[in-house]
C-alpha cells in the first residue's frame, strides 16, 4: 500500500496519525532526495568516464591513422594497398564515431543532471525549507497555547479577552500554514514521478540515437568490411603460395648455395680479411672487408664492414687488378692468403685471407691466380627440361584433361586446389606424354583416374615445359602493369601483351583460360573463385627464369595477371588489341644535357639504355598508322622542355613534320633495335590511359625535364628544393667509374638523396655508402 492521503480537514484535528502520515511523506521525499543526488553523482561519473573513453578512442584512432605497412619488392597489390588503407578506414570510423559520443556526453549534462539538479533544488528545497517552517510553527502554536492555559481566572476580564484572541490569531495562522505544508506535499509527491522520469527519458532517448548512429556507421561501413575481408583473404592465400615458394627455394639454396647464385654485375664477391700494415712498433693488423670484383673490367672493389661494432660501412677502396699470386704458409703466419697487385694503388702488393682453402682457390681461379686450380662454382643455373613440349601431343593432353573436368568434375571443391597422390599423377603424365599411350587413355569415363589426379597432371605437364606458357621474354612486360595504373590499362596491356606470345602459346593459353572461366562461374559450388585459380596458375604460367626471393615477391603480381585473364578472356583472346603503333617508327637522337663529370667519360655514359619515361612522343594519325616522314627533324630536349615546362595535352593536329619520336640519351640507335618491345609495350600502356580523353594523334608525353623529377621555380633542370633529404629508385643500371660515384642496378633505392655541387648530379645513400648519383638515372619516391 502507498502513503495516505493528507486531508485538509486533519490540518485542524492535528491528530498523532495526521503527524504519522506526513511524516511518512517527508521520510519518502527524502529518500527521493538522496536517490537524485546519488543519480546524479553517478551520471557525471558517467560523463567523465565517456569523456575518457573518448579520448582513449581517439587515440587509439591516431595510433591507426599514423602507422603504416612497408611491402617487400617495388610495389603492391591492389589487395595489399586496400589492407594498407584500412587502418585510416578504421580510425575515420572511429572518429566519427566519438563524434556523436561527444554529443551524447552534452546530452547527458543538458537532458538529464541540469533538471534534476533543478528540481532537487527548486521543488525538494523548497518543501525542506516549508517543513522547517512548520516545525517552528508547531512549536511556537503549542507553547502559546499551554502558556495561555496557564493563566489565573483572576486575571481582569480585559486581559483575558486580550489572550483569547491572541490565541486564537496563532492558531488561524498555524491552520494556514499547515494547510500550504500539506498541500506541498502532495504536490510534490505527485510532481517528482514526472519531474524525475522526464529527464532519465531523455537521457536513454540520447543513448537511443548514439546507438542508432553508431548503426548507420557500421550499416556504412558494412559494403567496405566486406571488400576488405575478401582482399584479406586474398592476400592470405597469396601468402601460402608465395611462403611455400620461398621454403622450396630456401631447401634448395641449402642443399646447394653456389648453384643459385644471383646474376648481377660482379663475377664474384664476398668477404675476405685484408692486411693493413702499420709502423714497426704496432706491426699489422687484419680487417674484413666486402670484396666486389669484374673480371671484363678488373675493376676490385673493397668496403671495410665489421658486423660486431653495429654493422657500420666504411669507405670503399676500388683499384684496378694486375695479378694475383697465392702465399704458402711458409712465407706467411696465416692459412688461406694470397695477394694481389693494383695498378693505380700505391701500396701493393695487398695481403687478403679467405675464409677456406675452397674459398682461396675459387677467388684465384675468378682473379686469374697463380697457382690457382679451376674450379667453376659459378656456372649457370640451367634449368632441367622435362619431357614434356608444347605440341600437338601437349595440345592432346590439355584437351583431354579439360574435357575430363569439366564432365565430371567442374562442381568438385578446391578443384585445382587439392592435389592427387604423385606415384599416380607421375604414372598418369607419363601415359598421356607417350604417344603410343595417349591415345588409348579415355579420362572421361575412366575410373582409374580420379579428378585431382587429372588436375594434378595438367598442372604437372605445364610446369614441366621447358619454358613456361607465357614465356620468360615476356615474364617482366606482363608483371608490370599489374603493379601499377588503373584496371582498364592493366587489362589493355596484358591484352596487347598476350597478342605477342608464340601462336602456339598463345593457343594454348586461350584453352586453358576459357576452362578456367568456366571453373570460375561454377565457383558457388566449387569454391574457385577468380582469385583462387589465380593463386594456383600464377606460378604455373609465369615462373620467372631465375628463382630468387625478390622473383617469389612477384608471385602475387603473377596472380593478378592471371585473374584479369581469367576475368577479360572474350576481350583478351578473341579481339585485337585496341592501341598499337606504326612500324617502323623513326626514332631521331638528340644529344643530352651532359654534366661535367659526364663529359669526361661520354663515350662510356651514352652507351647506357634509356627510361621509357625520358622521352618525348608526338604521334600524327595513329590510328591509320600513317609511317612517319624521312625528313624527321632533331632537336635537344631544352629546346622541347623550354617551349612546354610542364606536361601538356594539345588540341590541335600535329603538324606533319613533328611526326617523329625524340629519345634524349646518347646513341641509343643499337638499344632500340635490340629492345623493340620494351619500348612499344611502354608506350602503349600510357596511350591506354590517355585514350578515353585524347585522341591519340594529339598526345603528348612530358619533356625530360618536368618528368620524372620535379623542378624549380625558375625552369631549372635541378630538382627543387623540396626534393631534398628524399627517397630515390634507380631507373637505370649504373657502374661507377670514380671512388666517388655509386654503382647500382635497375630498382636500388637510395637514402637522403640531396642536390649535389656539380650540376645534373645527386647524392645519396645506398647501402650505407654515400656517393654521387647521375640526376637523370633515379626517380624520386
Not at 401 to 418: F, H, K, W
Request: hydrophobic share 35%.
Amino acid at each position: 500500500m502507498g502513503l495516505q492521503p493528507l486531508e485538509f480537514s486533519d490540518c485542524y484535528l492535528d491528530s498523532p496519525w495526521f503527524r504519522e502520515r506526513i511524516r511518512a511523506h517527508e521520510a519518502e521525499l527524502e529518500k527521493t532526495n538522496k536517490f537524485i543526488k546519488e543519480l546524479l553523482k553517478d551520471g557525471k561519473n558517467l560523463i567523465a568516464a565517456t569523456k575518457n573513453l573518448s579520448a582513449a578512442q581517439r587515440k587509439f584512432a591516431h595510433s591507426l591513422r599514423d602507422f603504416k605497412f612497408e611491402f617487400i619488392g617495388d610495389a603492391e597489390t591492389d589487395d595489399e594497398r586496400c589492407i594498407d588503407a584500412s587502418l585510416r578506414e578504421f580510425s575515420n570510423f572511429l572518429k566519427n564515431l566519438e563524434e556523436q559520443r561527444e554529443i551524447l556526453a552534452l546530452s547527458v549534462t543538458e537532458t538529464l543532471i541540469k533538471p534534476l539538479e533543478k528540481f532537487r533544488k527548486e521543488q525538494l528545497g523548497a518543501v525542506k525549507e516549508e517543513k522547517k517552517k512548520f516545525d517552528k510553527e508547531t512549536e511556537k502554536n503549542y507553547s502559546f497555547l499551554e502558556k495561555h492555559l496557564n493563566l489565573s481566572a483572576r486575571k481582569k476580564e480585559p486581559q483575558l479577552l486580550e489572550a483569547d484572541y491572541q490565541v486564537e490569531q496563532n492558531r488561524k495562522h498555524f491552520y494556514e500554514l499547515s494547510l500550504e505544508y500539506v498541500c506541498k506535499l502532495q504536490e510534490i509527491q505527485e510532481r517528482k514521478k514526472f519531474e524525475c522520469v522526464e529527464p532519465v527519458l531523455s537521457f536513454f532517448q540520447g543513448i537511443f540515437t548514439f546507438y542508432h548512429q553508431g548503426y548507420e556507421l557500421a550499416k556504412d561501413f558494412n559494403h567496405y568490411k566486406m571488400a576488405l575481408q575478401i582482399n584479406i583473404q586474398n592476400t592470405r592465400n597469396r601468402f601460402e603460395g608465395t611462403r611455400s615458394e620461398v621454403e622450396e627455394l630456401m631447401n634448395k639454396i641449402r642443399r646447394n648455395p653456389q648453384e643459385h647464385k644471383r646474376a648481377n654485375q660482379f663475377t664474384i664477391e664476398g668477404y675476405l680479411y685484408v692486411q693493413e700494415k702499420r709502423p714497426a712498433p704496432f706491426g699489422s693488423s687484419w680487417v674484413k672487408h666486402y670484396c666486389m670484383y669484374r673480371k671484363e673490367t678488373k675493376k676490385f672493389t673493397m668496403i671495410p664492414f665489421e658486423h660486431r661494432s653495429g654493422g657500420k660501412i666504411g669507405d670503399g677502396d676500388v683499384f684496378l687488378l694486375t695479378c694475383c699470386t697465392k702465399r704458402n704458409v711458409d712465407t706467411i703466419d696465416r692459412r688461406f692468403c694470397f695477394d694481389i697487385e693494383a695498378a693505380d694503388r700505391s701500396v701493393t702488393p695487398v695481403t687478403m685471407q679467405a675464409f677456406s682453402e675452397e674459398d682461396r682457390k675459387l677467388w684465384m681461379e675468378v682473379l686469374d691466380g697463380k697457382e690457382a686450380l679451376f674450379i667453376n662454382l659459378y656456372r649457370a643455373n640451367t634449368r632441367r627440361e622435362g619431357s614434356a613440349q608444347l605440341d600437338n601431343i601437349g595440345f592432346t593432353i590439355l584437351r583431354k584433361c579439360i574435357s575430363a573436368v569439366e564432365t565430371r568434375g567442374i562442381n568438385d571443391q578446391g578443384l585445382y586446389r587439392v592435389v592427387g597422390v604423385s606415384s599416380k599423377v607421375q604414372r598418369l603424365l607419363s601415359l598421356l606424354i607417350d604417344a603410343k599411350t595417349c591415345s588409348e587413355i579415355d579420362l572421361e569415363n575412366s575410373i582409374d583416374w580420379d579428378v585431382k589426379t587429372i588436375t594434378s597432371a595438367m598442372k604437372q605437364y605445364l610446369r614441366s615445359l621447358p619454358e613456361p606458357l607465357m614465356t620468360y621474354e615476356l615474364h617482366r612486360e606482363f608483371i608490370i602493369p599489374a603493379k601499377s595504373g588503373s584496371p582498364e590499362s592493366r587489362v589493355n596491356a596484358i591484352h596487347f601483351l598476350v597478342h605477342k606470345l608464340p601462336e602456339k602459346n598463345k593457343e594454348m593459353l586461350d584453352i586453358l583460360v576459357k576452362h578456367l572461366a568456366n571453373v570460375a562461374d561454377h565457383a558457388k559450388k566449387n569454391l574457385m573463385t577468380v582469385a583462387n585459380l589465380g593463386v594456383v596458375f600464377g606460378p604455373t604460367l609465369m615462373r620467372p627464369q631465375e628463382e630468387t626471393v625478390a622473383a617469389i615477391m612477384d608471385l602475387k603480381f603473377q596472380n593478378i595477371v592471371v585473374e584479369i585473364l581469367i576475368e577479360n578472356h572474350e576481350k583478351i583472346f578473341k579481339t585485337l588489341p585496341d592501341s598499337t603503333f606504326p612500324e617502323p617508327i623513326s626514332v631521331s637522337v638528340s644529344p643530352p644535357n651532359v654534366p661535367p663529370r659526364q663529359s669526361r667519360r661520354q663515350g662510356q655514359r651514352n652507351k647506357r639504355p634509356l627510361a621509357v619515361y625520358n622521352l618525348c612522343l608526338e604521334l600524327d594519325d595513329v590510328d591509320n598508322h600513317s609511317p612517319p616522314r624521312e625528313d624527321t627533324p632533331t632537336g635537344s630536349m631544352d629546346s622541347l622542355s623550354s617551349h612546354s615546362p610542364t606536361p601538356a595535352v594539345s588540341n590541335s593536329p600535329l603538324e606533319p613534320e613533328k611526326n617523329h619520336l625524340i629519345l634524349e640519351s646518347g646513341d641509343l640507335a643499337d638499344w632500340t633495335a635490340n629492345h623493340p618491345s620494351q619500348i612499344r609495350s611502354s608506350m602503349v600502356s600510357w596511350l591506354n590511359t590517355q585514350s578515353t580523353t585524347t585522341p591519340t594523334s594529339a598526345i603528348k608525353t612530358p619533356a625530360p625535364s618536368s618528368f620524372p623529377f620535379p623542378t624549380s621555380a625558375t625552369g631549372s633542370d635541378r630538382p627543387a628544393e623540396s626534393v631534398l633529404n628524399r627517397r630515390a629508385r634507380a631507373v637505370y643500371p649504373c657502374e661507377a667509374e670514380h671512388s666517388s660515384e655509386l654503382s647500382f642496378q635497375i630498382g636500388a633505392v637510395f637514402e637522403d638523396v640531396q642536390l649535389s655541387r656539380e650540376p645534373g648530379w645527386l647524392e645519396g645513400t645506398l647501402n650505407g655508402r654515400r656517393g654521387l648519383i647521375p640526376q637523370n638515372y633515379v626517380q624520386f619516391l
